[in-house]
């Protein structure tokens, strides 16, 4: 079945330090969302990505979509404490009509 | 507005016992998902309705959880038997549309002993 793997599993970094994560889908999506889950809280929506190749930003977030549509990312430039919490990737796939989530990375940032 | 509303917040009990999980969507959002997520399996989609109607309740472990929609601002998550093994939080979101982002309650933490 569909499978939708994030990695890392686990990132620490220093405070002002970039950080990414991948999210890599057995299947080609029709669209792909991204969500943030803070320590004790629940996940919250950050963005879609519907376009083959698309590439939106959110002041220091940095989304992109691969040309396949298979895999995605998210980069954050020079992290901050805030930045803290489990980033999931949500992928859609049209044949199966489900949203599958990622595995997460859970990343901790050093001050 | 009032974002998704999950009740209880906690929940202990003993196995055997029956639990109910109830969920309040946001006002005009068409799709109502339940999740369970624990470190082991991470976010588990259990089932989600379109309208009120079950669409797809693969995500559904087994017999023991039921899920209901009876209308459009109300949903419950029933697990009768509880076991310890199904000790997670279990989230309930909400869309305007299937396709469209979620929002997820506050989630409610079951502990079964």
């Known amino acids: 079945g569909q499978q939708v793997m994030q990695i890392p599993q686990y990132q620490h970094v220093q405070e002002g330090e970039d950080f990414t994560t991948y999210c890599n889908s057995s299947?080609?999506?029709?669209?792909i969302q991204w969500y943030k889950q803070r320590p004790g809280g629940h996940p919250v929506f950050l963005i879609q990505?519907?376009?083959?190749?698309e590439v939106k930003k959110q002041k220091r977030l940095t989304f992109q979509f691969g040309e396949a549509k298979k895999n995605s990312s998210l980069h954050i430039t020079a992290t901050q404490t805030t930045d803290v919490g489990t980033y999931f990737c949500?992928?859609?796939?049209?044949?199966?009509?489900?949203?599958?989530f990622g595995t997460g990375t859970r990343l901790k940032v050093l001050a | 507005d009032a974002g998704v509303i999950q009740s209880p917040r906690h929940e202990v009990t003993e196995m055997g016992q029956e639990v109910t999980l109830r969920c309040k969507p946001i006002s005009g959002h068409n799709s109502l998902f339940w999740y369970r997520q624990t470190m082991m399996r991470g976010l588990e989609l259990l089932i989600y309705f379109n309208n009120n109607v079950p669409i797809d309740d693969s995500g559904m472990p087994e017999d023991r959880f039921s899920a209901k929609m009876p209308n459009a601002s109300f949903s419950t998550l029933k697990i009768q038997p509880s076991e310890p093994r199904d000790s997670a939080v279990y989230f309930c979101a909400s869309s305007l549309r299937y396709v469209e982002p979620q929002h997820f309650g506050d989630g409610t933490r079951l502990s079964i002993l």
């Open positions: 299947t080609t999506l029709s669209n």
């Open positions: 949500a992928g859609f796939s049209s044949g199966t009509y489900k949203y599958i």
């Open positions: 990505l519907v376009k083959s190749g």
